[in-house]
């Protein structure tokens, strides 16, 4: 206590150093003050709450990566360079930083740099992006000649590396609501050098834009809570409200219902989310398949998350990734 007194005349305010000599002697007189509620975590109760409820084994570990920093990680565009290439060129510009460990594309650098800093980013070697996300087009799989739609696109990463996996094959298109989120679109895809049909509309309403031509593959990544990303949006927490939840899923469930129509039987549709709730996961896919016979699924056999009963959870920090969900499902003949 002495030498916090003592610091208050060192700061050059001797006449701080009774009050502060007053309030320590009078925190020592009333002792611990017991909590009045438990800790959150940084986190909203609800939202603590919830996680534990679906992770309860790995929530604290959850809660933990939310908190830390996120990784910067890049997408090497594999049609113009090998990420051992590009990990030579990082090396030469004193850049040092490792493959990544799940995703066939994806370098992450050892400390963050502005994106001007990168060698080759304004000529689309690269794209940042995490490595979780990067699982998406390798999950759906597209082959040359395929058409594809991505759903919910912007702000274009996926629809990126959609284009750089068929090398100016096949034909991509792209759905967002929003006109300035879908502007942002062309300008990625610009600097990758790459096209694709980009259509401002309302995903969940295909009658207003579809030609009627059936999709090879579709990617919905589509809008959530955004629970997986805490760590790189840490406003997250605070933003978002318990009563978003249960919106948020009925939105999701319009949305696969609306699209699975566009999808030609053989064909496979990825279902994404950036969530770790269960009821924007699980219980979406659930939905569909209660209502859609030729709906199947494609068990999603990889080393990287932790199987559900319908797909594959990323929980935050695991691989040192985003918390991303996947579910794959093909059409196949109804009975």
């Given at each position: 206590?002495?030498?916090?007194v003592?610091?208050?005349r060192?700061?050059g ?14 925190a ?15 986190h909203?109760?609800w ?21 830390a ?34 995703a ?11 994106v ?12 940042v992006?995490?490595e ?9 799989a ?11 696109a912007?702000?274009?990463g ?11 094959s096949g ?11 879908s ?8 600097r ?16 207003d ?8 593959r ?35 469930s ?10 030609r ?9 950036c969530?770790i ?22 068990v ?14 990323i ?21």
């Amino acid at each position: 206590m002495s030498a916090t007194v003592e610091g208050a005349r060192a700061l050059g305010k001797p006449w701080a150093s009774g009050l502060v000599n007053a309030v320590l002697r009078g925190a020592l007189r009333r002792g611990p003050v017991a909590p009045s509620a438990p800790p959150t975590y940084e986190h909203p109760a609800w939202l603590l709450a919830r996680i534990q409820q679906d992770w309860p084994q790995e929530w604290a570990n959850i809660v933990t990566a939310n908190n830390a920093h996120p990784p910067l990680s890049l997408r090497v565009n594999l049609s113009r360079h090998s990420p051992a290439d590009y990990l030579a060129l990082l090396d030469a510009h004193g850049l040092p930083a490792r493959p990544g460990r799940c995703a066939p594309t994806a370098v992450c650098l050892e400390q963050p740099v502005a994106v001007e800093r990168l060698p080759g980013f304004a000529d689309g070697l690269v794209s940042v992006q995490d490595e979780a996300a990067q699982l998406a087009v390798q999950l759906l799989a597209p082959a040359a000649g395929d058409a594809v739609l991505d759903a919910c696109a912007a702000p274009g990463g996926k629809t990126g590396h959609v284009l750089e996996t068929l090398a100016g094959s096949g034909r991509v298109v792209c759905v967002d609501h929003d006109t300035e989120r879908s502007a942002s679109i062309a300008a990625n895809l610009e600097r990758l050098g790459l096209h694709a049909e980009i259509i401002v509309g309302d995903a969940a309403r295909p009658c207003d834009w579809w030609d009627h031509t059936a999709f090879d593959r579709i990617l919905l990544d589509a809008p959530c809570s955004a629970t997986g990303v805490i760590r790189r949006h840490p406003d997250i927490r605070f933003h978002r409200r318990a009563s978003d939840i249960e919106r948020l899923a009925a939105t999701q469930s319009h949305l696969l219902r609306a699209l699975w129509p566009l999808l030609r039987e053989g064909g496979l549709l990825l279902y994404a989310t950036c969530s770790i709730l269960r009821v924007e996961n699980d219980d979406v896919v659930a939905n569909l398949l209660a209502g859609a016979p030729d709906a199947k699924i494609d068990v999603i056999e990889h080393g990287w998350g932790r199987a559900t009963r319908y797909g594959r959870q990323i929980l935050p920090g695991d691989e040192d990734m985003d918390g991303f969900y996947y579910a794959l499902l093909r059409k196949g003949a109804t009975l």
